[in-house]
Every structure is written in structure tokens, then in C-alpha cells.
């Protein structure tokens, strides 16, 4: 069984570019939550998917968009980069959307915004 | 206020120690409630995860959740180096849509 996978490790953009990250899930799972931990933060709550649609954002704006695929990985895309968007991009998957799964994290991205 | 408040430290022991890792909640509606373990530079690894209020045992490690004084801990008997790490606590209500509202996470550090 494998567990959750984010790509890239690493990621240094400019203020103003976009960016894509990838995550797929652990096996049998079909919902992926993407989170953003601030150095020394806790994670916050961007969006899950559940079968290919959004089920729930947090307080993100509209730059911050996602997509889930039949297969069910996804990817977080942010467009207009700011300098604040620096942090560590996190991925979780769950077996089903209701709330009160399990949530298993990838060990995520960090993305540098200069 | 934050939903969650958790005490950053950094939290020093010496190894062999008992460890009590704490937060409390504002928010009455949370029903599950969960610790994870993030080693530096990787994501969080889910420890603990209990439903209402109680105690779970799982090993060295021991979750309570009061629900009535708004308050969850991690006991962590025989510390040990290799816990040397930042605890989050986690919490949510049913029907969140993933949404897990997180603690800010405590810094432990266990000295041999």
C-alpha cells in the first residue's frame, strides 16, 4: 500500500507567477484535502475534493484553485503569487468525504515565493 | 481568538520523562479530535484520534478530551529522543468536508 505522494519537494517561483502541485492519493482513498502551513503554523484548510468536485473551502481566495481526476489525485493550483504564499503545501487523503475520517498527509511541498 | 490554542513552546525533557501536551477549543460544535507528530521538513503523522469526550491509550501514548472544559491532551509515558518532534492537535466536527482546524503545535525536544 502506498501512501501519499506530493510533487515536487521543492519549488522556488517569483511574485506574480503561477504554480501547479501534484498530489495522489494513498491507495483506496477517494478524497484529497490540500492545506498550507505557515513556518511555524499550524496547517490551514484550502479545499477538499471528492470525486473530481470541490466539497468544502477554507479561507482561501479564488487564486487558490484545485482539481481532483478519476483517479483520484490532484493537483493545487495558485496563480499570482505573493510573497505570503510561501509555505508548506499539504496533502491529505481520506477514504470518503464525511467529516469524521481519518486523514492521511504526503509530506509536502515548500514553495518559495521571492 | 484562535479557534485552537496550543502552546508553541519549545518543550525540553529529559529522556525517560512523562510528557503533557495540551490545547484547548472554542468551539463546543467538535466532536473528533486527534493528535499528529511532523518531524521537521515532512508532513504530519496522525497519532492519536478520538471521538467525544474520554480516554484512548495506545502504547506510550495516552489522549484525553474533556469536552466540558473545552480542553485535549497527549500523555507521552518513557519519552524517548526519537520524540523529538512538533505535536499538532486537530480537531473537527462531523460533515466539515475535511476541514480540520489545527493547533499551532508544540516543539518538543527529549533529551538523552
Known amino acids: 500500500e502506498t501512501g501519499v505522494t506530493q510533487s515536487p519537494t521543492h519549488l522556488i517561483k517569483t511574485r506574480g507567477q503561477q504554480v501547479t502541485l501534484r498530489c495522489s492519493s494513498q491507495?483506496?482513498?477517494?478524497?484529497v484535502s490540500w492545506y498550507q502551513q505557515a513556518l511555524g503554523q499550524g496547517p490551514q484548510f484550502i479545499f477538499q475534493?471528492?470525486?473530481?468536485?470541490?466539497?468544502g473551502r477554507g479561507n482561501f481566495p479564488p487564486r487558490f484553485s484545485g482539481l481532483q481526476f478519476p483517479n483520484y489525485s490532484s493537483e493545487l493550483n495558485v496563480n499570482a503569487l505573493e510573497l505570503d504564499d510561501s509555505a508548506l503545501y499539504l496533502c491529505?487523503?481520506?477514504?470518503?468525504?464525511?467529516?469524521?475520517?481519518?486523514?492521511?498527509f504526503g509530506s509536502g511541498t515548500q514553495l518559495s515565493v521571492l | 481568538q484562535k479557534e485552537v490554542e496550543q502552546d508553541p513552546g519549545p518543550l525540553s525533557v529529559p529522556e525517560g520523562a512523562i510528557v503533557s501536551l495540551n490545547c484547548t477549543y472554542s468551539?463546543?460544535?467538535?466532536?473528533?479530535f486527534m493528535w499528529y507528530r511532523q518531524y521537521s521538513r515532512k508532513g504530519p503523522e496522525l497519532l492519536m484520534y478520538?471521538?467525544?469526550?474520554g480516554n484512548k491509550e495506545d502504547g506510550r501514548f495516552t489522549a484525553q478530551v474533556d469536552k466540558s472544559s473545552k480542553y485535549i491532551s497527549l500523555f507521552i509515558r518513557d519519552s524517548q529522543p526519537s520524540d523529538s518532534a512538533t505535536y499538532l492537535c486537530?480537531?473537527?466536527?462531523?460533515?466539515?468536508?475535511?476541514?480540520?482546524?489545527f493547533g499551532q503545535g508544540t516543539e518538543l525536544s527529549v533529551k538523552p
Open positions: 491529505a487523503s481520506s477514504i470518503d468525504r464525511g467529516g469524521n475520517e481519518k486523514l492521511f
Open positions: 491507495s483506496g482513498h477517494n478524497t
Open positions: 475534493y471528492y470525486r473530481e468536485e470541490e466539497n
Open positions: 468551539n463546543s460544535a467538535f466532536q473528533y
Open positions: 478520538t471521538y467525544s469526550s
Open positions: 486537530a480537531m473537527t466536527s462531523y460533515n466539515q468536508g475535511g476541514k480540520l482546524i
